[in-house]
Nanobody
């Protein structure tokens, strides 16, 4: 079983910055393809914020382009999200996602963290 643990959420004023981290358990992981961050605001559907492949290709939601940066450390199976110029509308629970191949399986599967709250005050 792959475990993803997010950290770095919190309360920040508009215009401020936060850095989220997501560490994965290394036991049984053979390979991780895409890693990403999603968010879900109250009453809204979960949406993709940013994703990065093992080769370093990045994809961002239009609403965060130019403000957020996703990066990963393949050696540590860790993904980060640097969030700058935060806005109140960025307030949500942020979830880490990893598409991983684990020992004993033959297909990649999606794994999720528990989520970390980000609150941006105006």
């Amino acid at each position: 079983q792959v475990q993803l643990v997010e950290s770095g959420g919190g309360l920040v004023q508009a215009g401020g910055s936060l850095r989220l981290s997501c560490a994965t358990s290394r036991r049984s992981i053979l390979s991780i393809n895409t890693m990403g961050w999603y968010r879900q605001a109250p009453g809204e559907q979960r949406e993709l914020v940013a994703a990065i492949t093992s080769g370093g290709s990045r994809n961002y939601a239009d609403s965060v382009k130019g403000r957020f940066t996703i990066s990963r450390d393949n050696a540590k199976n860790t993904v980060y999200l640097q969030m700058n110029s935060l806005k109140p509308e960025d307030t949500a629970v942020y979830y880490c996602n990893a598409r991983a191949l684990t020992s004993g399986t033959y297909n990649y599967a999606n794994y999720w963290g528990q989520g970390t709250q980000v609150t941006v005050s105006s």
